[in-house]
């Protein structure tokens, strides 16, 4: 009965250990590892026994997805033996149990297990046997993807479907996106992605839909790769005709020009690939076609007075076309068109304003230099100017400058000092006269003459 009790209890013991002791001992931080192909991964384990006062033998092993069992590596506290294939890209941990992944390849994803046997050196017998499993993906980086369409030529709207694809080289975990001249696109009633969003179908194709297209792939280590960008061709049209001309006068549909006017017609139409055009005139219920092409040229003189035109667009591929017609009629346009030319060449108000002060700035140049440079004062000092730096011809007061050309000469006579001394005088005074602007006749005229018979004497 003892060694039996005894045994019990020691069963009892080890069942303790391995359901609830182990935890307290072995600890791994992460059960899921995401690792990038080409990076190292680490697999800790966190030991928490006294490694030097026990004994410990375990493996690492690996099952791969596809189920098969590798062992990577046994060890125990003394030895570690490393599987000859994995001896270049692992490294174990000692003194404890954590594992290194040099290099990741995708082969190296799957359930990494990890089995410890612990022996303490002072509980002879006693074994607490440890297991983890840690779960291991590898993420590849994503490749440039490649975007292809099909069908690969043009396609007619609302004919035709058009469907594009994207897919990547390499890249775990992708996910795809689509731009049309760099905008997202998400689904619609007409646009229709895959579950992985790698095909995008687009049925039917509108005019809109006409663009540049690229797909963006990318996953959770790698940013977004771009394909390169794609064309997609859509005949479409006619759309929007409408017949233009730059002469006359336009109400609606009817063009009024005046008689004797050559007029010109543009016709023109929203449409891929371009339009061929026809004119055609419309008169007692019978048309005639005039010209093709989307000019029109009219001559008034060949009309009646009103008459109707229609411009018709077709496009040869999309086989739709479209009309637009309008009338004509050979009327004077008179006081309306000329009003309507004097409301279109009368000034703006900013014209205005600028000539007004245009003006006003004139005037005031035109005051300024009447008010520093005197003209009138000018003119008249120019006229009035002394002659004293000339040789002055002395004058008898006749009005006629020429007859007093000639030599004069004042003669000094005894006993007419009084006389002279009376000249000497009234030329001061003359001097004096002249600072006035007085002219070389007054001069004369001043001078005070002797006797013609004193002379003679």
Known sequence: MGATGGTALYVCCVLFILTEASSEFIHIPSLVHHGVEGKPLFLSVETHFPLDKANIQGTWSHMRPSGTRATLVTFDKKATIIDMMYRNRLLFGQPNVSLL???????????????????FYNKTGLVIKVERTVHVTVDVPVSVPVIEKSPSYAVVEDKANVTWT???ERGTRVVF??????????PSDRYHFSQDNSTLLISPVRKEDKGTYRCV??????????????????YYGPYNLEVNSGQGLRTGEVFTINPGELVFFECQADSNPPNSYVWISKSRNATQVITEGPRLEVRSYRLAQAEEYLCRAFNNVTQKQDEAQFTLVVASLGTGKEKHMQEGSSLSPLAAITVCSLFIIGCMLLFFIRRTCHPKRVLMSIYNRPLSEQKRPHRSGHEDATEDFGIYEFVSIPGKMESAQASCRSLARLESVQDMHTTIYDVIRHVPETPSHSLLK
């Open 101 to 119: 992944i040099q290099t990741l390849n995708k082969d190296d994803e799957g359930d990494y297990h990890l089995n410890l046997n612990i022996e």
């Open 217 to 234: 792939a990318s996953n959770p280590v790698s940013q977004g790769q771009q394909s390169r960008a794609v064309e997609l061709n859509v």
């Open 177 to 186: 996106q689509w731009l049309r001249d760099n905008i997202t696109l998400g």
């Open 166 to 168: 994207c897919s990547v």
